[in-house]
């Protein structure tokens, strides 16, 4: 007879045999390379578990988590620290990648609400006979079968994203040969310093994971692990900003290649031609663009910043609210001569992937280049140049990119 399978619900462990339940299928999430590479975040989910099933939820707020949790002092100003705020949105974000791969069939889930710090704990089944397998049990019996479906799922997701990048580049292409003479100036103006020097272009994206230090591989490290583990993590936005500068470079005939931030050393970078792609996942984009007029400030709020106008906190967007409720983004498109890498340098960055991938439009579409270059000084091909770039978040898509300032120097 078919089992009918409800909704999880909200449970309570109320003996040790319950509580026995969370304390296994925590260690699996702590075990898992979505948190295994880290200190912070799995200190804060086994502190608040723990807390939980000991009674003390009561406990569990801001401040005593950082005492307690981070080693803050007991008086710390919580506003302009937000180490458990930040923790916990991370934290969030990665059970919710652990049960997408690792949720079908699992008995129990923990989860950390919204707006909360106090762990909640659903049941599938709570009527079930004790002689139901537990859940790693369950996962155990099936983990062959569920890993072939996975590799199968990521081998699908990455043949899409590079048939992606293909097809868009081969559109690129296509539309840059279409258009208009004056209009190839506009892109050759912009590019000119890049398609000068000799040798390849490096183009250096963003990978990192909000500064998180994951683990090395080792010798041991099995290739579905190497394959579907966050060193392979590359998402759409980059794939589409890849795709659209490709077009441009095949179309110049300029060789490029492609690095992580995280496997790129100042030496890869010395003396050639560097396109940077993404801002608070890209670490050389943070690093390299802080001297300049407008820069990335990240945080819990991070936004554009003009150096010359610090009163200005317009360009930002909230990292806290809710990804669906972001309707704007902002990114930063730089063309200049860096003394630090000593060779010429284009930034195209976002806030978020809405922006970098707005952004990498812009740089790459004659029309929006030849009503940028309307607002911008005569002689700004020669020189070094910087735009602050806007773009509307329709329907969870980038909109058209608008510049809202700039500087040449």
């Given at each position: 007879?078919?089992?009918?399978?409800?909704?999880?619900?909200?449970?309570?462990?109320?003996?040790?045999?319950?509580?026995?339940?969370?304390?296994?299928?925590?260690?699996?999430?702590?075990?898992?390379?979505?948190?295994?590479?880290?200190?912070?975040?799995?200190?804060?989910?086994?502190?608040?578990?723990?807390?939980?099933?000991?009674?003390?939820?009561?406990?569990?707020?801001?401040?005593?988590?950082?005492?307690?949790?981070?080693?803050?002092?007991?008086?710390?100003?919580?506003?302009?620290?937000?180490?458990?705020?930040?923790?916990?949105?991370?934290?969030?974000?990665?059970?919710?990648?652990?049960?997408?791969?690792?949720?079908?069939?699992?008995?129990?889930?923990?989860?950390?609400?919204?707006?909360?710090?106090?762990?909640?704990?659903?049941?599938?089944?709570?009527?079930?006979?004790e002689t139901q397998a537990s859940p790693r049990d369950t996962k155990s019996a099936s983990t062959q079968g569920r890993s072939h479906e996975n590799l199968h799922r990521y081998r699908t997701l990455a043949v899409s994203l590079v048939a992606l990048l293909l097809a868009a580049a081969a559109v690129a292409t296509y539309l840059y040969r279409g258009a208009s003479s004056p209009q190839i100036a506009a892109i050759d103006k912009l590019w000119g310093p890049l398609f000068k020097p000799p040798g390849p272009i490096l183009i250096v994206v963003g990978t990192s994971h909000n500064g998180t230090k994951l683990i090395p591989e080792t010798a041991e490290t099995t290739?579905?692990?190497?394959?579907?583990?966050?060193?392979?993590?590359?998402?759409?936005?980059?794939?589409?900003?890849?795709?659209?500068?490709?077009?441009?470079?095949?179309?110049?005939?300029?060789?490029?290649?492609?690095?992580?931030?995280?496997?790129?050393?100042?030496?890869?970078?010395?003396?050639?031609?560097?396109?940077l792609i993404g801002a608070t996942n890209n670490a050389w984009t943070m690093r390299l663009v802080g001297p300049l007029r407008f820069r990335f400030l990240p945080g819990p709020k991070s936004q554009v910043q003009d150096a010359k106008n610090l009163q200005n906190t317009d360009w930002s967007i909230d990292f806290f609210k809710p990804y669906s409720s972001v309707t704007t983004d902002y990114a930063i498109v730089a063309r200049y001569h860096d003394p630090t890498t000593e060779g010429p340098v284009m930034v195209v960055a976002g806030l978020g992937p809405f922006g970098t991938e707005a952004a990498s439009a812009f740089v790459v579409s004659p029309q929006y280049l030849e009503q940028a270059i309307r607002q911008l000084p005569a002689g700004w091909e020669n020189k070094n140049l910087e735009l602050v770039l806007k773009t509307e978040v329709i329907d969870g898509k980038a909109g058209p990119p608008v510049l809202v300032s700039s500087t040449v120097w």
């Open positions: 007879m078919p089992v009918s399978v409800q909704p999880p619900e909200h449970w309570t462990p109320a003996s040790a045999q319950d509580r026995e339940l969370v304390v296994r299928e925590l260690d699996a999430i702590l075990a898992s390379y979505h948190f295994r590479g880290s200190k912070r975040y799995p200190a804060l989910l086994k502190y608040v578990v723990s807390a939980a099933l000991e009674g003390r939820s009561d406990d569990l707020k801001e401040r005593t988590l950082g005492v307690e949790v981070f080693g803050r002092h007991p008086d710390y100003d919580t506003s302009a620290d937000p180490v458990v705020r930040f923790s916990a949105s991370e934290v969030r974000k990665r059970i919710a990648q652990y049960y997408h791969e690792n949720g079908d069939g699992a008995r129990l889930q923990i989860e950390l609400p919204l707006g909360s710090y106090v762990p909640e704990f659903l049941l599938q089944g709570p009527d079930l006979p290739f579905f692990e190497h394959m579907t583990g966050p060193y392979h993590h590359v998402s759409l936005a980059i794939a589409t900003a890849l795709a659209n500068l490709a077009g441009v470079l095949r179309q110049h005939g300029n060789a490029y290649e492609i690095k992580e931030d995280n496997e790129t050393s100042l030496t890869d970078m010395h003396s050639r031609p560097l396109i």
